[in-house]
């Protein structure tokens, strides 16, 4: 069985960081698309950042390049998202997702798994 599990959001004021961390389990980690959405009160759930973990590319939305960076450490099956310079408009639900043959990396219904989510929340 497929799980994964988020954790590392909270509250934080505008222009401080946050690292936000996806255990992964029930599947083969290193064969997998995994990505960050989120979404906030109201809107439509959106592509934060992905990473195809066979090759390590990584991908970003425009409204956080420069600003997050997604990684991986394939030993621990973890997935993480280092958050910088953070917006009021960063505050949202954060969810993890994997899937195995995504095209393109920001549709979200390409994504089999998701995590519960970890609420950020950016003070101005």
């Known amino acids: 069985q497929v799980q994964l599990v988020e954790s590392g959001g909270g509250s934080v004021q505008a222009g401080g960081s946050l690292r936000l961390s996806c255990a992964a389990s029930?599947?083969?980690?290193?064969?997998?698309?995994m990505a960050w959405f989120r979404q906030a009160p109201g809107k439509e759930r959106e592509a934060v950042a992905a990473i195809y973990t066979i090759e390590g590319t990584s991908y970003y939305a425009d409204s956080v390049k420069g600003r997050f960076t997604i990684s991986q450490d394939n030993a621990k099956n973890t997935l993480y998202l280092q958050m910088n310079s953070l917006k009021p408009e960063d505050t949202a639900m954060y969810y993890c997702a994997a899937g195995p043959r995504v095209v393109p990396w920001y549709d979200v219904y390409e994504y089999n798994y998701w995590g519960q989510g970890t609420q950020v929340t950016v003070s101005s």
């Open positions: 029930g599947y083969t980690y290193n064969s997998y698309c």
